[in-house]
C-alpha cells in the first residue's frame, strides 16, 4: 500500500484482546520494531487456549505450549500489556490514531505484587470460579489462572466482603482499596482487534438438560475436568455426586448448523475438540464407554483425519443422528438422551454424563466494539473482512483475526493474527524501529574456576507431573547430590513469577548453574537460559531435564517407579550440568532479501506482502507464467471471480521495483547458512546465484487425476475444475441429472487426509449449475459433507434450492458405469440402507489435492525441510508454529503447506512474509552455540565427517591435513562426532566427558 510520506505515521500498534491471536500479533510486531500496546479485558494474557488441557491432534498440553509464549510477551521491552481494560475510543486516520482506553482497578498494584498468594490464602470470602466455568470456588481475591501473566492479583469487588484481611496479609504493600478505574490516550499507527470468541446461550441448552440437569455439562467445562490445572486436578467427574462416569455421551453441534434453534454456520472446531476429548477420557479410564452423536464428523485439517481415525480404532462410539432431548430420571440421576438415527427411527439410551458441544458466537461486545471502531459486522455478528485480504476491516488501518472474524482453529487463528501484523508492519513501515527499544541483558558473571552451584529446580505442572511423581521426593533427593547449593518444587515452573523467582534465587543464592526439571525442552528450554541472562549468567550454563514425557506419562500407572527414574534424570543432568561451561555463539549480519519459491497466489502474495515492507524479493517460478492453480479456478464460494485477483496480483508482482522475477526457473542447489543463503537458480539453460536471508516456501500442489469412475475415456465424467470451467464459459449443454460424487483420491488408504476444499467445491458448482440451468436436478454422494464455517450457509442455501444430498459409506462407496448407453451411479443409501442404482447426464468428480512429492523432497533436501507423513510439508509446530519451519528463517504457505481454500492460502502468505520480515528486522542471526571442534592432533584428514554433515559446516583443508569447522553453518546435530573414526570431534554443550558423567551417574 503506497502511503503518503508525508503525513504523520506512529510507530505504535494496539492490539484489542491477550488471547493467543493477540499474543502471536505483538510478538511478530515487537519482534519488526514497533511498539505493541495489548489491551486485554481479564486480568491476565491467554484467553481460550489458557482454559484448555490438551490441543488436537497431537495431545500436547495446552498451557506447556502456551505459557513460554506468554511469558516471552510479558518479557518483550517493546509490547505493554494493559490488563483489565478496554477500548472505549478510536479517532484520527490510519498511521495515527488516538485510542481511548479505560482500565478497570483491580485494587492491586501490579508493579508491586510479588504473586506470593498470601493474600488469597487470607481471604475469607469465596465465590464461583469463573475461570473453571462455575465448577471449582476461589477467593475474592485471585489470580486468573495458576500460569497466569501477568501473576498478579486481582480483587473481586462483586465478591469482596471487605475484611480487610488481604490487606493485612501482603508484605509487598500493593493492595489499594482506594484504586479506582481511570482513562488514558494512546497514539499508534495501526489496530489489530482480536477479541476472540463466546459460546452460543440459548434455549436449546435446556432442551438438551443444561441448567437443569447436574450431570450436563459443556464441553469447556469437560476440558477444565480433564486439565491438570483444573478444578479437580484432571480427574472427570459426575458433578451431582463426584462420582467417575461409566457411560458418557457427547452431543455435537449444539447451537450451530442450526438456525432455528442456534446459528446457521458451523463452529469449524467442535468434532475435533469432542474427539480429542473422547480419547482423553478413555486414557485416562479404558473402561470408560464413549458415545458421540453427530451430523457430519468434519475432520478437515491436517492430521484431522488421522486422528479422527485412531478415535474410532480406540472403541470410541461414533452415532450419525440428532439428539432430540436429553432429560434425567429420577433414580440416580441418570441421563436419558433421545436421539433420531436416519433410517432406524428415535432410540433412547441412559448416560451418567452429556458433554454438549457447545457453537462458537462473536464475543461480548462485539457490536459495541465495531461501533466504536466503526467497522462493519457480517449478518452473523462478526467482524468483515475483504475477500482477498482477509485481515483488512472496512476501515483503513484498522486490522482484524482470529474467532472475531469467524469460527475458526488455533493454527488459522495464529495465521491470521501474523498476516494482521502483516498489515500493520506495511502500513508503518516508514517508522519501523522509531518507538522501539532494544532488549538488555545485565553482563554475564564470571564462572570460570568456580566451583559448581547448582540450582535445581523441579515442577509439578499441576498433575501432568504431580499426579504421578513424588515431587518433594525428587527435590529431596536433588539436594543431597554434589554442587548442588539450591533446591525447590514450583507448581508450574513456566509461570511469570517462577521464572522471575528463579532469576531471583540464582543471585540471591550465587547459583553458577541451573537445571530444570519439567517438560520438554523443546518448548520451554529457550525460556529458562532467558532467565539466566537476566540473571547475569550465560544461557549455555543450563541444563533441561524432560521428567514429563520421560517419567510421568510413560510410567502414569506406576508411580513409585515414575518417581525413582525421575531421581535418575535429575542426577544425570546434575551430572552433567557440573561440566557446563560458557558459550557463546557466532553473530552474523543477515542478508535482507527474501527468496520466494513458488509464484502461484500464495507465492505472489508473500511477495508482495515482504516486498511492500522494503525489502527485496527474489520470485521463482517453474512455469512460464504466474497465477498457479488461480487459473484454473472461476469462481469463489462467495461469487467472486478470482480471475481479477490474479490479473492485479500479476500486474503488482511485475511492476514492483523490489519483485525480481525468474519464470521458467528452478532451484540447482543452496549452499551457505540462515541468514546468508546462496543459492543457484537455472532459467532457460542460464545458471545464476542469488544471496538472501530468509525463504518463503510456496510450491502448491497438484490436483489428484483420477483413473477410475470412467474419468478420461468418457467424456460424461469431469472434475469439479472442468465442470467449473463449461459453466464460465457457458459450454455446458443443460443435463437433467448431474451426480457429483466427493472424496474422490482422499479420505482412502493411499491418501488419508481430507482434501478440504472439495466439499465446498462442490456446494459452489451446485448452485452455480441450479442457477444456470433451473431444470437440472443435481445430486450430491457424500460421506461427511465438511462445509465448516461460514460455509455452513451455501450448504443450507444449497439444499433449500432443491440440491440432493445424499450419504454413502465406504463399504457402499458409489460406482460408475455405462449401461446401454446411459451412466449409472449405484451407491449403498446411507439412510435406505439398500443399494439404490441411478441414471445420469454427468457425473463430476470432487477430487482431491495431492502433493508434489518430487518438488517437495528436493527442497527439502536443499533446506533440510521435513515432511508430513501425508507428503506435505511439515511446520515447526502445528498449533503455534504453522507457518514457521524447524530451519530458522525458512516459512511455509499455501498447498505447499496442506489442501486449504484460496482465502486461506492469502492469508497464509501474508503470515509468512510477516515472520520472514521478523526474522530479518534484528538484522543478525546466531548460530547454534553447541558447535563441534576438531582435535588437530588427532585428525587424520580422512573427511568422513565432511561428508555426513548435512549442512555443509565443515570443510577438509588438505593443505593443513585436518578439518575446519565453519561454525556460521553448523546446527549442532552432532553427525560428525559420531562419523569420526578417530575421536577427534567434540560438540559444545555435548562433549564427550559431559555424556560420560551422565551415563556414570546413571549407574551409580
Known amino acids: 500500500m503506497a502511503e503518503d510520506s508525508s503525513r504523520q505515521l506512529t510507530g505504535a500498534v494496539v492490539v484489542v484482546g491477550g488471547g493467543i491471536a493477540g499474543v502471536q500479533a505483538a510478538l511478530d510486531l515487537a519482534e519488526s520494531g514497533f511498539r505493541v500496546y495489548v489491551i486485554e479485558k481479564e486480568p491476565a494474557i491467554g484467553g ?79 465465590t464461583g470460579n469463573r475461570f473453571d466455568l462455575g465448577l471449582g470456588r476461589r477467593k475474592a481475591v485471585f489470580q486468573l489462572y495458576s500460569q497466569a501473566v501477568p501473576a498478579a492479583f486481582a480483587i473481586d469487588p462483586r465478591a469482596c466482603i471487605e475484611c480487610c484481611e488481604c490487606l493485612e496479609a501482603c508484605q509487598a504493600g500493593a493492595i489499594n482499596y482506594r484504586m479506582g478505574d481511570r482513562e488514558f490516550e494512546i497514539e499508534a499507527g495501526a489496530v489489530i482487534l482480536s477479541p476472540g470468541y463466546a459460546f452460543f446461550e440459548g434455549e436449546l441448552l435446556k432442551d438438551y438438560g443444561y441448567g437443569r440437569c447436574a450431570n450436563v455439562v459443556t464441553g469447556l467445562q469437560l476440558e477444565r475436568m480433564l486439565s491438570a490445572s483444573g478444578p479437580s486436578g484432571g480427574e472427570v467427574y459426575r458433578p451431582s455426586d463426584g462420582k467417575r462416569p461409566q457411560r458418557i455421551a457427547f452431543i455435537q453441534c449444539v447451537g450451530s448448523r442450526d438456525r432455528a434453534h442456534g446459528n446457521e454456520y458451523c463452529s469449524s472446531v467442535c468434532c475435533m475438540h469432542t474427539t480429542k476429548q473422547a480419547l482423553l477420557v478413555r486414557q485416562h479410564d479404558p473402561d470408560v464407554e464413549v458415545s458421540v452423536f453427530y451430523l457430519d464428523i468434519r475432520a478437515y485439517g491436517k492430521g484431522y483425519e488421522a486422528f479422527f481415525e485412531r478415535a474410532v480404532q480406540s472403541g470410541i462410539r461414533y452415532v450419525r443422528s440428532s439428539v432430540a432431548r436429553v432429560w434425567e430420571q429420577r433414580q440416580g440421576r441418570t441421563l436419558r438422551v433421545r436421539y433420531h438415527v436416519p433410517g432406524s427411527g428415535y432410540i433412547e439410551e441412559d448416560f451418567d454424563l452429556a458433554v454438549l458441544a457447545v457453537g462458537l458466537v462473536p464475543p461480548e461486545g462485539s457490536r459495541r466494539l465495531a461501533r466504536l471502531c466503526n467497522i462493519e459486522l457480517d449478518s452473523h455478528g462478526f467482524c468483515l473482512v475483504s475477500p482477498y485480504d482477509p485481515v483488512q476491516t472496512s476501515r483503513p488501518g484498522v486490522f482484524a483475526c482470529g474467532a472475531f472474524c469467524g469460527p475458526k482453529d488455533i493454527p488459522e487463528t495464529v495465521v491470521e493474527a501474523s498476516a494482521a501484523a502483516a498489515g500493520a508492519s506495511r502500513l508503518l513501515k516508514d517508522v519501523r524501529g522509531q518507538l522501539a527499544v532494544e532488549q538488555r541483558f545485565p553482563p554475564e558473571r564470571e564462572v570460570e574456576g568456580q566451583a559448581p552451584r547448582i540450582g535445581v529446580f523441579v515442577c509439578r505442572c499441576g498433575n501432568n507431573i504431580g499426579g504421578t511423581i513424588n515431587v518433594p521426593e525428587v527435590v529431596d533427593y536433588a539436594g543431597t547430590l554434589d554442587g548442588v547449593a539450591y533446591t525447590r518444587e514450583f507448581s508450574f515452573a513456566c509461570a511469570r513469577d517462577s521464572v522471575n523467582s528463579i532469576v531471583g534465587l540464582t543471585g540471591e543464592f550465587g547459583l553458577n548453574r541451573v537445571v530444570v526439571a519439567a517438560c520438554t525442552p523443546r518448548t520451554h528450554e529457550p525460556l529458562f537460559q532467558q532467565a539466566l541472562r537476566e540473571a547475569g549468567l550465560n544461557p549455555h550454563l543450563y541444563e533441561h531435564v524432560n521428567i514429563r514425557e520421560h517419567a510421568a506419562w510413560v510410567h502414569t500407572h506406576q508411580p513409585e517407579a515414575a518417581t525413582a527414574k525421575a531421581r535418575e534424570l535429575v542426577q544425570m543432568g546434575v551430572a552433567k550440568a557440573r561440566l557446563l561451561r560458557p558459550l557463546t555463539p557466532v553473530r552474523l549480519e543477515v542478508d535482507r532479501r527474501v527468496l520466494v519459491v513458488g509464484g502461484g497466489a500464495a507465492g505472489m502474495s508473500a511477495a508482495l506482502a515482504v516486498a511492500d515492507q522494503g525489502i527485496p524479493v527474489v520470485l521463482v517460478e517453474r512455469s512460464p507464467e504466474l497465477g498457479g492453480h488461480l487459473r484454473n479456478l472461476r469462481f469463489t464460494l462467495d461469487g467472486a471471480d478470482p480471475r481479477v485477483l490474479l490479473l492485479q496480483l500479476v500486474e503488482r508482482v511485475s511492476q514492483h521495483p523490489l519483485v525480481e522475477t525468474r519464470l521458467s526457473a528452478r532451484l540447482l542447489e543452496v549452499s551457505g547458512h540462515t541468514g546468508r543463503w546462496r543459492t543457484r537458480i537455472i532459467q532457460e539453460d542460464v545458471i545464476t546465484e542469488i544471496e538472501h536471508g530468509a525463504v518463503i516456501v510456496a510450491t502448491g500442489a497438484d490436483a489428484f487425476r483420477p483413473s477410475a469412475h470412467g474419468y478420461g475415456p468418457d467424456q460424461r465424467v469431469l472434475t469439479q475444475t472442468e465442470l467449473e470451467a463449461r459453466l464460465a464459459d457457458d459450454r455446458l449443454t443443460p443435463p437433467r441429472r448431474v451426480i457429483m460424487l466427493q472424496c474422490v483420491g482422499s479420505r482412502t488408504p493411499e491418501r488419508p487426509y481430507c482434501s478440504r476444499v472439495c466439499c465446498g467445491q462442490a456446494v459452489k458448482n451446485a448452485l452455480l449449475l441450479r442457477e444456470l440451468s433451473p431444470g437440472s436436478e443435481v445430486v450430491v454422494l457424500y460421506r461427511d459433507m465438511r462445509t465448516y464455517g461460514l460455509q455452513e450457509t451455501l450448504y443450507r442455501k444449497a439444499r433449500e434450492e432443491g440440491v440432493l444430498f445424499l450419504g454413502y459409506e465406504p463399504d457402499g462407496a458409489p460406482e460408475v458405469e455405462a449401461r446401454g448407453g446411459e451412466l449409472v451411479v449405484s451407491f449403498v443409501d446411507r439412510s435406505l440402507n439398500e443399494r439404490v442404482a441411478l441414471a445420469t447426464d454427468l457425473v463430476v468428480l470432487s477430487a482431491g489435492i495431492v502433493p508434489n512429492r518430487q518438488v517437495n523432497t528436493e527442497l527439502g533436501r536443499m533446506f533440510k525441510l521435513g515432511l508430513h507423513p501425508d507428503g506435505f510439508f511439515a511446520e515447526a509446530h502445528l498449533k503455534l508454529k504453522p507457518v514457521d519451519f524447524a530451519t530458522d528463517g525458512v516459512f511455509l504457505c499455501g498447498l505447499a503447506h496442506g489442501p486449504k481454500l484460496l482465502r486461506e492460502s492469502l492469508v497464509q502468505a501474508q503470515a509468512a512474509a510477516m515472520r520472514a520480515v521478523a526474522f530479518l528486522a534484528r538484522g543478525f542471526v546466531e548460530g547454534s552455540a553447541a558447535v563441534t571442534r576438531v582435535d588437530r592432533e588427532r585428525c587424520s584428514g580422512c573427511g568422513l565427517c565432511v561428508e555426513s554433515c548435512p549442512f555443509g559446516g565443515r570443510v577438509l583443508d588438505r593443505e593443513a591435513g585436518f578439518v575446519r569447522v565453519i561454525e556460521a553453518a553448523c546446527q549442532g546435530c552432532g553427525a560428525c562426532v559420531a562419523a569420526c573414526p578417530a575421536g577427534a570431534c567434540d560438540q559444545d554443550k555435548f562433549e564427550d566427558r559431559q555424556i560420560i558423567a551422565m551415563i556414570e551417574a546413571a549407574f551409580k
Do not use: W
Request: include cysteine; charged fraction near 25%; charge should be positive.
Open 48 to 126: 481460550r487456549m489458557a482454559q484448555l488441557d490438551k490441543t488436537f491432534p497431537t495431545n500436547d498440553c495446552a498451557i506447556c505450549t502456551l505459557a513460554p509464549r506468554l511469558v516471552t510477551a510479558a518479557a518483550h521491552p517493546n509490547i505493554r500489556l494493559v490488563t483489565g481494560s478496554e477500548l472505549v475510543g478510536l479517532n484520527g486516520e490510519h498511521g495515527h490514531f488516538r485510542v481511548r482506553i479505560r482500565r478497570r482497578t483491580r485494587y492491586v498494584d501490579t508493579d508491586k505484587c510479588t504473586g506470593c498468594g498470601d493474600c488469597a490464602r487470607a481471604c475469607l470470602a469465596e
